[in-house]
């Protein structure tokens, strides 16, 4: 997947039987950007990252990697694409019975046909990139919230991803916690080459790790606004959209 749209999402209609979250969503995230999902709570964020996971199906409308149709993908290729692709989740969701290393090494194992040895330098690696090299024998309730986002995020990027997906991933993080997990994105993203989507809500990190923003809209349900922040703030294209933006955010910002 070299081609300069990494992710094109063309008329997507999310509902719930009757009920529709979001109409006729269209966008698209360039290769080796950091796309922001932004909008108030309810809106249809994490069911808009569902949908390009393939956790939900859509009520209509397309999703393309590249220039293969997800959507009307059967499940070999839909795994195909997927394994090019690394989830953070909002609470880590790390395994409790297994040590850091362990969930680590757990996706290493699984897709790879890595030595013990190999699958263990890898696990260093990946902490290493994290910060948290030496953390490999923890077991999760022995770690802080903000060093299991980035065990987290050690095993997302454990098979060299093209393509990463976080989902809130500073919900529940002190402000020191989620600027660090910030730089570490921008870090990754360097380093990797990476592909980002990220949802979320929270203004410090938008501005900081954001190339382009898209809003979703909980009452028009629609998409109101796309391109990046800076450019959102200085336009706003809706009330809404300057409202989220400039809500209790006192942070100097250039636009």
Same mark, same amino acid.
């Given at each position: 997947?070299?081609?300069?749209?990494?992710?094109?999402?063309?008329?997507?209609?999310? *509902?719930?039987?009757?009920?529709?979250? =979001?109409?006729?969503?269209?966008?698209? /995230?360039?290769?080796?950007?950091?796309?922001?999902?932004?909008?108030?709570?309810?809106?249809?964020?994490?069911?808009?990252?569902?949908?390009?996971?393939?956790?939900?199906?859509? *009520?209509?409308?397309?999703?393309?990697?590249?220039? =293969?149709?997800?959507? $009307?993908?059967?499940?070999?290729?839909?795994?195909?694409?997927?394994?090019?692709?690394?989830?953070?989740? =909002?609470? +880590?969701?790390?395994?409790?019975?297994?040590?850091?290393?362990?969930?680590?090494?757990?996706?290493?194992?699984?897709?790879?046909?890595?030595?013990?040895?190999?699958?263990?330098?890898? /696990?260093?690696?990946?902490?290493?990139?994290? +910060?948290?090299?030496?953390?490999?024998?923890?077991?999760?309730?022995?770690?802080?919230?903000?060093?299991?986002?980035?065990?987290?995020?050690?095993?997302?990027?454990?098979?060299?991803?093209?393509?990463?997906?976080?989902?809130?991933?500073?919900?529940?993080?002190?402000?020191?916690?989620?600027?660090?997990?910030?730089?570490?994105?921008?870090?990754?993203?360097?380093?990797?080459?990476?592909?980002? /989507?990220?949802?979320?809500? $929270?203004?410090?990190?938008?501005?900081?790790? *954001?190339?382009? *923003?898209?809003?979703?809209?909980?009452?028009?349900?629609?998409?109101?606004?796309?391109?990046?922040?800076?450019?959102?703030?200085?336009?706003?294209?809706?009330?809404?959209?300057?409202?989220?933006?400039?809500?209790?955010?006192?942070?100097?910002?250039? /636009?």
């Amino acid at each position: 997947m070299n081609e300069t749209s990494k992710i094109r999402v063309e008329g997507l209609t999310m *509902a719930f039987g009757d009920v529709v979250l =979001q109409r006729d969503l269209n966008f698209e /995230v360039k290769t080796g950007e950091v796309m922001v999902i932004m909008g108030g709570s309810g809106c249809g964020k994490s069911t808009l990252l569902r949908h390009l996971l393939g956790l939900l199906e859509p *009520a209509s409308g397309k999703i393309y990697y590249g220039d =293969q149709c997800f959507t $009307e993908g059967g499940l070999d290729e839909r795994r195909a694409i997927l394994r090019r692709c690394g989830v953070l989740y =909002q609470g +880590g969701a790390l395994w409790s019975s297994m040590t850091v290393g362990e969930n680590i090494a757990l996706p290493l194992k699984e897709f790879t046909s890595l030595s013990e040895r190999k699958i263990r330098e890898v /696990v260093e690696f990946k902490l290493a990139m994290v +910060g948290l090299r030496g953390f490999e024998d923890y077991y999760p309730a022995e770690i802080s919230g903000g060093m299991k986002k980035r065990a987290g995020l050690a095993r997302a990027i454990a098979l060299d991803p093209e393509i990463l997906f976080f989902d809130e991933p500073s919900a529940g993080l002190d402000p020191v916690s989620s600027r660090h997990l910030d730089e570490t994105i921008l870090e990754l993203k360097q380093s990797l080459g990476a592909t980002i /989507v990220i949802v979320t809500h $929270e203004l410090p990190s938008i501005f900081t790790v *954001a190339d382009r *923003a898209i809003f979703l809209d909980g009452k028009e349900r629609r998409m109101v606004g796309y391109g990046t922040p800076q450019e959102l703030l200085a336009h706003p294209p809706t009330e809404a959209v300057k409202a989220f933006l400039t809500r209790n955010y006192t942070e100097r910002i250039d /636009v």
